[in-house]
């Protein structure tokens, strides 16, 4: 099974921005979407943004226009582009697969979960 460590999560000013890395191993991610997704405390689990294998990419609307989903599958590593921070953005973020190729926005469809990165959004 394949194992996923998201790092590039740190502290910044509101307008500022962070590039977050999903490093994967154990077995390509090439041919599966992936997705990004928060969790600040007390509240559920959010998506924020997918990409497709083909490279085809999806956003909340909450960070459209915002944020960027990338990915570069000879370094077998999904992105996310973090740019003009809120504070509403901080959270925990965790990259994760759809195992199924469904393009959900549930993360109950979705496995592989890593440790996640904590982003800090200051004003």
């Known amino acids: 099974q394949v194992q996923l460590v998201e790092s590039g999560g740190g502290l910044v000013q509101a307008g500022g921005s962070l590039r977050l890395s999903c490093a994967a191993s154990?077995?390509?991610?090439?041919?599966?979407?992936m997705g990004w997704f928060r969790q600040a405390p007390g509240k559920e689990r959010e998506f924020v943004a997918r990409?497709?294998?083909?490279?085809?990419?999806y956003y909340s609307d909450s960070v459209k226009g915002r944020f960027t989903i990338s990915r570069d599958n000879a370094k077998n590593t999904v992105y996310l582009q973090m740019n003009s921070l809120k504070p509403e953005d901080t959270a925990v973020y965790y990259c994760?697969?759809?195992?199924?190729?469904?393009?959900?926005?549930?993360?109950?469809?979705?496995?592989?979960w890593g440790q996640g990165t904590q982003v800090t959004v200051s004003s």
């Open positions: 994760a697969r759809d195992p199924r190729l469904t393009e959900s926005v549930d993360y109950h469809e979705y496995d592989s």
């Open positions: 154990g077995r390509t991610i090439s041919r599966y979407h």
């Open positions: 990409i497709r294998w083909t490279g085809i990419t």
